[in-house]
T-cell receptor, first 115, second 113 residues
C-alpha cells in the first residue's frame, strides 16, 4: 500500500514569507506526527495529532508555527513569516494507533530553504 | 526528560566487516527503544524496536540490537556490512504513555570497499 507522502519535496522561499507543507498519512492511521531535522541535528518533535483529540503542540518552537489535520487524515504545517533558522527538513510520520510502542512510518520529508 | 546520545557522528567500516553503533539513553521509566535508518533523500525506516521481553532484538536487513539496562544502552550491530548499508542511523526512545519519540543526533555510516 501507499506510504506516507509529503509535498512539496523541496521549497525555497524568501525570509518573511509564509509556507505550507502537506502530509498525507497512511490510510487508516490515527496518529500523525511532525518532526524537524536540521543539519547535524537529530529529529526534533514539533506536534502530534491523535484522532479527534486536541493536538500536542508542545514541540512547536514559536507561535509562527501551526498545524492542522482535516478530517483525521491530511495535515498541513504552516510557518508564518519564515526566518533563515527555519531552514530544515520537515518530516511527517503516522502510526496506526497512538501507543508509543507502535511503529511510526515516515514520509520522505520536505526540504525547506529560507533565503 | 528523556534523552538519547549517539556518541559517534561518523563511522567508516570496510565492506564485510562487523559493525556496532552506540546508543545511550536517559529515561526514568522503562524505555521503548528504536533504531531507524535514513538513506539519502529518503524518509526514516524502522530497523528494529524493543519494548519488553528478550533483550536481544532482531531486525530487518540482518541488524540486531541489545538492550542493556545496567548500561542504559541499546547498541546496534551487524556481523557483516554491505555497501548498501551506507546511510544515517538514528536511535530513538519513547515510553508507555509518552507518544513523542526523542531521537539522537544520528551516526553516519560510510562503507569502503
Amino acid at each position: 500500500g501507499a506510504g506516507v507522502s509529503q509535498s512539496p519535496s523541496n521549497k525555497v522561499t524568501e525570509k518573511g514569507k509564509d509556507v505550507e507543507l502537506r502530509c498525507d498519512p497512511i490510510s487508516g492511521h490515527t496518529a500523525l506526527y511532525w518532526y524537524r531535522q536540521s543539519l547535524g541535528q537529530g529529529l526534533e518533535f514539533l506536534i502530534y495529532f491523535q484522532g479527534n483529540s486536541a493536538p500536542d503542540k508542545s514541540g512547536l518552537p514559536s507561535d509562527r508555527f501551526s498545524a492542522e489535520r482535516t478530517g483525521g487524515s491530511v495535515s498541513t504545517l504552516t510557518i508564518q513569516r519564515t526566518q533563515q533558522e527555519d531552514s530544515a527538513v520537515y518530516l511527517c510520520a503516522s502510526s496506526s494507533t497512538s501507543a508509543s510502542s507502535e511503529t511510526q512510518y515516515f514520509g520522505p520529508g520536505t526540504r525547506l530553504l529560507v533565503l | 526528560a528523556q534523552s538519547v546520545t549517539q556518541p559517534d557522528i561518523h563511522i567508516t567500516v570496510s565492506e564485510g566487516a562487523s559493525l556496532e553503533l552506540r546508543c545511550n539513553y536517559s529515561y526514568g521509566a522503562t524505555p521503548y527503544l528504536f533504531w531507524y535508518v535514513q538513506s539519502p533523500g529518503q524518509g526514516l525506516q524502522l530497523l528494529l524496536k524493543y519494548f519488553s521481553g528478550d533483550t536481544l532484538v532482531q531486525g530487518i536487513k540482518g541488524f540486531e540490537a541489545e538492550f542493556k539496562r545496567s548500561q542504559s544502552s541499546f547498541n546496534l550491530r551487524k556481523p557483516s556490512v554491505h555497501w548498501s548499508d551506507a546511510a544515517e542511523y538514528f536511535c530513538a526512545v519513547g515510553a508507555f504513555g509518552n507518544e513523542k519519540l526523542t531521537f539522537g543526533t544520528g551516526t553516519r555510516l560510510t562503507i569502503i570497499p
